[in-house]
């Protein structure tokens, strides 16, 4: 049996009263994408946040990689190797794309205390972010500030950077949030393409993207996972479309 | 290769700095190369503390504590040296000026480095409060620690030495100061184009993303808080030796407050925004202290107007707005 790359093990987080995730159980497995979906509210910030190190959980285990991540903030998880995108997009603004990517490969490298040697000429470093640029369809945009990209074209440089990261498993929130329809299908394309790079946590209110995409399905409603399955099992179960998809029943 | 706009200015503004007082010492007027000098270090100091504030975006409000304690450095070996009395340990004063200021810079980032660890933890209005009031620990230790003159400050009999230079003379020692302020250009030049630098600016635009990458934001600051005291450090000791004096106000928190003004004036986080504002200080306190003690009132006006009509300093009026590539 394959091991999973992220497992998450009766997770629990209370704000006071408030429970924000309720044991919540979770694994990630080798080359799938494991999407996370729920009405507002749910908890799905509250759980990437736990994941990625931004919040300590009240309880429960997260592994990764067979790994216990307590006590590691969230620049130990990233170089643990996990790579993820914001729910709203986080970039240095006053940096060119390329910059925002060369970060991430310096970052890679594990070099961040060189202090001389000038960035702009150092060809191990443009090179492979170009690469990522490319990748992503970002290569004519390489010079512009990131503070001067299209919301759509921020979303895409985020991903580059996480690429860059050349991580073991993606945590995408809402990366579909705000996109067109057109912009919406070419990152389906992207993200589905990005399954076999490593894989992908998926969190996504845009439900064609969800079922065009997810190879498994689980579904947060006030804290707690009332289902996971495949994308058939998950348009069928009864309990979601109560909760999720505003059917009555 | 055209040059950019801010090159060509930047270079003007290093020549003006160079020609004035080599004019002066020409034409006999030995006050306005002293003046210079005063540019020149109060320059070096606001590059050190560029490093941190306008690269790392740490506003730090405690600064003046290095600049003191490279003025202290220059003024303790100096009397040790003078009076032949060993220092600790057996260690003998100096008046050698590399080995003053090596200690200066030693010193300075030995003490950043305790004081940066536990004010990095916060951030903010929290950070600004914390440096300061370290400073103003280490300023009322000074005051109160007799052996080095306390309050009545320390004097420095005659200017240290330099091999084959005769710093007693105005224009040497400015060509010496104004030597140190082109390397501390050239180190922040560096830094800021390098790995550590790319690291360091996005702690500041945003450093979640620096975390999110795996670099955590904490050790990137902390090595520029560092190394930003020790330029500071060294801008001390230049600082002591002009005046042959030092005393605890240049480790009060006017001074710090000063340094912050001079980069505000200039311009933030722009390698020549120092230069131009040392300059703009200085002539404003030279051209209107002589007509009214309350000259800075007036440099208030003009930082009032900076602040809300010119963000990018005077090197934002002049050049334009930044661009990274």
């Not at chain 2, 007082?21 to 606001?46: D, H, K, N, Q, S």
């Not at chain 2, 080995?99 to 951030?123: D, E, F, H, N």
Request: charged fraction near 15%.
């Amino acid at each position: 049996m394959t091991e999973p790359v992220l497992e998450i093990l009766n997770l629990r987080k209370n704000f006071g009263a408030l429970k924000a995730t309720d044991d919540v159980s979770l694994t990630l497995m080798p080359g799938e994408i494991h999407a996370l979906i729920g009405p507002n509210g749910a908890g799905k910030s509250t759980l990437i946040q736990q994941i990625s190190g931004a919040l300590t959980p009240t309880s429960g285990t997260i592994r990764f990689l067979g790994r216990d991540m307590a006590g590691m903030d969230m620049a130990a998880r990233a170089r643990a190797g996990l790579g993820r995108t914001f729910q709203i997009s986080s970039i240095a603004p006053e940096f060119s794309a390329l910059r925002n990517v060369i970060l991430a490969v310096q970052a890679r490298q594990g070099s961040s205390f060189r202090f001389f040697r000038p960035v702009a000429r150092d060809r191990s470093l443009i090179e492979p972010a170009m690469v990522m640029l490319e990748r992503v369809g970002l290569a004519a945009r390489s010079r512009i500030p990131a503070g001067e990209l299209s919301h759509g074209e921020r979303r895409l440089l985020e991903i580059a950077i996480a690429l860059s990261l050349e991580p073991k498993a993606f945590l995408f929130d809402e990366p579909m949030a705000g996109l067109g329809a057109d912009g919406s299908k070419s990152l389906t394309a992207l993200l589905s393409e990005l399954r076999h790079v490593a894989p992908i946590l998926l969190v996504e209110h845009d439900m064609d993207a969800v079922f065009a995409l997810a190879d498994r399905i689980s579904v947060l409603v006030y804290g707690r996972i009332i289902a996971t399955g495949t994308v058939e099992e998950i348009r069928s179960h009864p309990e979601v479309r109560r909760a999720y998809l505003g059917e009555g029943a | 290769m055209s040059m950019s706009r801010e090159t060509c200015i930047n270079i003007l503004l290093a020549l003006l700095l160079l020609a004035v007082p080599v004019a002066a010492a020409e034409l006999g007027e030995p006050f306005y190369v002293t003046l210079a000098t005063r540019v020149a270090i109060l320059a070096l100091a606001a590059v050190g503390l560029n490093i941190a504030l306008g690269l790392g975006g740490l506003v730090s409000f405690g600064h003046a504590a290095f600049f003191g304690i490279g003025g202290y450095v220059a003024g303790i070996l100096a009397s040790h040296a003078f009076e032949m009395s060993p220092l600790v340990f057996g260690i003998e004063g100096t008046t050698s000026m590399p080995v003053i200021w090596l200690t200066a810079i030693m010193i300075a980032g030995l003490v950043a480095l305790p004081i940066g660890a536990i004010s990095l933890r916060t951030t903010g209005v929290y950070f600004i409060m914390i440096t300061l009031a370290f400073a103003q620990m280490i300023y009322y230790f000074a005051e109160s620690w007799p052996t080095y003159g306390g309050a009545d400050g320390l004097s420095i009999i005659m200017r240290n030495q330099f091999p084959g230079v005769n710093t007693a003379r105005p224009l040497p020692y400015f060509l010496i100061c104004y030597c140190l302020l082109i390397a501390g250009l050239g180190l922040y030049w560096l830094l800021q184009g390098s790995r550590f630098g790319l690291a360091l600016q996005t702690a500041r635009q945003n450093a979640i993303r620096l975390s999110s990458v795996g670099i955590a934001p904490f050790g990137i600051r902390l090595t520029a808080f560092v190394i930003s005291a020790m330029v500071v450090g060294l801008a001390g000791a230049l600082f002591a030796d002009l005046n042959k004096f030092v005393s605890p106000s240049m480790l009060s928190w006017h001074m710090s407050g000063e340094l912050i003004v001079l980069i505000i004036l200039g311009g933030k986080g722009r390698l020549f925004g120092p230069v131009a504002g040392a300059a703009v200080y200085v002539l404003f306190e030279f051209a209107l202290g002589g007509l009214t003690e309350r000259w800075q009132f007036f440099l208030g006006l003009v930082l009032l107007g900076v602040v809300l009509f010119a963000r990018g300093g005077l090197l934002g009026l002049l050049a334009g707005k930044a661009r990274h590539d």
